[in-house]
Nanobody, 121 residues
Framework: QVQLVESGGGLVQAGGSLRLSCAASGSTFSSYNLGWYRQAPGKQRERVATITAGGNGGSTNYADSVKERFTISRDNSKNTGYLQMSRLKPEDTAVYYC????????????WGKGTLVTVSS
C-alpha cells in the first residue's frame, strides 16, 4: 500500500508561482509513474502532467493548458514528486491530486487526498 500526501497549495495572485509536493511512503517510489491531476469546481478531474518512472529524469508529458508554465519532476531518493507552477491563471484554480501508477502491475495505482490551489485575478 502506498500513501501519498500532497502539500504546497494555497492562495496566489494571477501571474504568481507555487510548488506542489507529493510525498510517498509504503512502497518503492521509483517503480511508479507519477502524475498530477486537478479538479476544478463543477468539472471532471483532468490530467495536468505525468513523468515516467525512469530515474529522476523520466519522460514528461503535459496538458496543453499548462505547457510552458508547469514543470513536473521527481526525486526518487526522497520518494517525492513535484509540480512547479508558474504564471498561474485563475483557471488553474482546482484541487490538485498526486497519482502513482505501477509500471508493471496493471491497475495498481494510488491517489493522494489533494491540495487546493486558488488563483485570484
Amino acid at each position: 500500500q502506498v500513501q501519498l500526501v500532497e502539500s504546497g497549495g494555497g492562495l496566489v495572485q494571477a501571474g504568481g508561482s507555487l510548488r506542489l509536493s507529493c510525498a510517498a511512503s509504503g512502497s518503492t517510489f521509483s517503480s511508479y509513474n507519477l502524475g498530477w491531476y486537478r479538479q476544478a469546481p463543477g468539472k471532471q478531474r483532468e490530467r495536468v502532467a505525468t513523468i515516467t518512472a525512469g530515474g529522476n529524469g523520466g519522460s514528461t508529458n503535459y496538458a496543453d493548458s499548462v505547457k510552458e508554465r508547469f514543470t513536473i519532476s521527481r526525486d526518487n531518493s526522497k520518494n517525492t514528486g513535484y509540480l512547479q507552477m508558474s504564471r498561474l491563471k485563475p483557471e488553474d484554480t482546482a484541487v490538485y491530486y498526486c497519482n502513482l501508477r505501477h509500471v508493471l502491475l496493471s491497475g495498481m495505482e494510488f491517489w493522494g487526498k489533494g491540495t487546493l490551489v486558488t488563483v485570484s485575478s
